[in-house]
């Protein structure tokens, strides 16, 4: 099923490419794709909204394939769950992503080992050429670094420790982290509605 992605990140485009590569979903770009102004009210009510736009502009163009989107985020036990749906905007939009990094290295320096926990989550909204909406989630808990560990994966990766494996995302392999990660869930719930 050829299939548009509503992204503009790189590396989620990488990584949702390698995870559905070889699947029913024969993932595609559009150049002409513009970004909605997101939300701050839910996972699912962004993901729709950029699925939505997508499809919307794909139409104008004469294109009618289906639609996919993610909108993710990271949720600290420290900030009560934030910055959450916030996440590309945490320390200020423009904020480059060192000091994005170490604004929020810095809010768990102050507390103690087990109140450092969070959780990725994705959410995923994949629209059929005939309008159906499939909506799937995925999670991953772990613990923010007061060190950045590792240069693999993208955002918040170098401060996200996966206890089970004793790392960092960004410090494994993409193909690792698509195993473990919010996306690669995810993706895995989508493959799975999608054959239902
Ligand atoms: P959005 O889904 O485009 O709203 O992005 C949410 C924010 O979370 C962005 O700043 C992303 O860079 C970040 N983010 C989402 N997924 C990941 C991930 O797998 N690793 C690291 N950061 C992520």
């Known amino acids: 099923m050829k299939t548009y992605l509503a992204t503009k990140n790189a590396g989620k485009l990488g990584e949702i490419r390698n995870m559905l590569a070889g699947s029913p979903i024969d993932l595609h770009t559009y150049d002409g794709y513009i970004d909605p102004v997101e939300g701050d009210d839910s996972y699912v009510a962004n993901a729709l909204l950029k699925a939505r736009a997508l499809r919307e502009q794909l139409q104008l163009a ?33 904020t480059p992503w060192p000091q994005r990094l170490e604004t929020m290295m810095s809010e768990v320096r102050h507390v103690p080992e087990d109140r450092r926990g969070a959780r990725f989550i994705c959410v995923m909204a994949l629209i059929t050429p005939d ?66």
């Open 62 to 94: 004469g294109i009618h394939d289906a639609v996919l989107a993610d909108d993710s985020g990271i949720e600290l036990d420290a900030l009560d769950g934030g910055p959450g749906v916030l996440s590309a905007r945490y320390a200020g939009e423009t």
């Open 131 to 196: 309008g159906r909406e499939i909506v799937v989630e995925g999670d991953v808990r772990g613990q923010i670094t007061t060190e950045l560990r590792g240069t693999n994966g993208f955002g918040y990766d170098p401060i996200f420790y996966y206890p089970p494996i004793g790392k960092t995302f960004g410090e494994i392999p993409e193909a690792e982290k698509n195993e473990l990660s919010h996306r690669g869930r995810a993706a895995r719930a989508l493959l799975e509605a999608l054959a239902a």
